[in-house]
């Protein structure tokens, strides 16, 4: 596949990012309200990945095909581009030959139906700065902030350490959200800057991690380790997937690697139940959808299980709740 053209890091002495959506008023990722920035980039492929658009570092076209009126400008400056990259159904826009695709993105500036997406934005710190003052007060009022998520956040490490130290310098509480499978130079960077780090353990079997993710879980554990050391704030979540990790022997050897090589130091370890969030996104993208494989039959007795799952870990003394901001069990 053809990176963009236009590096993001290259012709600007700011520090910019690949940036795909920014949420305001959000109140899931972190205390209070906050404003939470997507970065793109990622080194997982989670079969259930609720942001798949993200998984590539440059913009992206996304194709809506509902949203295709038909009207032919997005073929008619392909084919003057020279790539014919466009793929339709001989009434309207079906995809992109993303080996044809050079990323030009002249395609959705011509698309008047909103069939052609971008996913994906430059964005400089400043201009992030921008977004994130907007909602001070909300900020202040419900003791809220940033949050840098992702894909992986991490791997655009520069711009995320410069806009947390802004933030920082501003009285802004930030929280980073990794899957940590990164260098671990990216964390020493960015924790002087950050209030809170958000991470998840998927699967204690690094084979069974691998198979399901892309990647072993050894560099994860490792940097949750050093959070630790250095006595980050921490939450832990566990993301309860059918098929995956949804068993008593997950929850038990998670248990003990909090409870044995973390010194149960995280404040809270979170159990979220799946959701295929990320099926219209990846469809855009004209990526395969796992995730169509992973079906809970049975809402009900699925998150009986995960109350029981937070009992007993709550029955070790493990601070565990059900959801992102739910209540301890009694």
């Not at 609720?50 to 009126?69: A, D, L, M, W």
């Not at 069974?208 to 990647?215: A, D, E, L, Q, S």
């Not at 993208?285 to 995960?306: A, C, H, S, T, Y």
């Amino acid at each position: 596949m053809m990176k963009n053209s236009a590096d993001p890091m290259e012709g600007s002495n700011e520090t910019t990012a690949i940036v795909v959506n920014v949420q305001r008023f959000t109140i899931h990722d972190g205390p209070g309200i906050r404003t939470e920035l997507f970065l793109k980039g990622c080194p997982l492929r989670c079969e259930w990945c609720s942001n798949p658009e993200t998984y590539e570092r440059f913009p992206q076209i996304g194709v809506f095909s509902e949203k295709c009126i038909g009207c032919g400008y997005c073929l008619n400056v392909c084919a003057e581009h020279g790539r014919n990259a466009i793929r339709t159904d001989g009434s309207r826009v079906v995809g992109i030959d993303r080996n044809a695709c050079d990323n030009c993105l002249q395609c959705e500036e011509e698309c008047m139906s909103g069939a052609l997406t971008v996913w994906g934005k430059k964005m400089t710190v400043e201009a992030a700065m921008d977004v994130i003052r907007r909602d001070r007060d909300f900020y202040d009022r419900s003791g809220g902030g940033v949050t840098l998520s992702g894909g992986e956040a991490l791997l655009q490490w520069e711009f995320c350490r410069d806009l947390l130290k802004c933030c920082r310098e501003e009285g802004i509480h930030t929280c980073v959200e990794s899957a940590l499978h990164v260098d671990p130079k990216a964390i020493d960077e960015v924790a002087p800057y950050t209030d809170l780090f958000i991470t998840d353990i998927k699967q204690m079997d690094s084979a069974i991690h691998k198979r399901y993710t892309g990647v072993g879980n050894e560099r994860i554990l490792s940097n949750i380790k050093k959070l630790v050391d250095k006595n980050m704030p921490l939450i832990i979540r566990l993301p309860i997937i059918p098929g995956f990790n949804d068993d008593l022997g997950y929850i038990d050897q998670t248990a003990d690697f909090i409870l044995n090589e973390l010194g149960n130091k995280p404040e809270q370890i979170q159990m979220l139940k799946y959701r295929p969030l990320g099926e219209e996104k990846a469809g855009t993208l004209g990526l395969p959808l796992q995730m169509k494989g992973m079906v809970v039959e049975d809402r009900e007795g699925f998150e009986n299980r995960i109350r029981g799952y937070v009992k007993r870990m709550n029955s070790r003394g493990i601070p565990a709740i059900a959801g992102s901001r739910g209540k301890k069990e009694q």
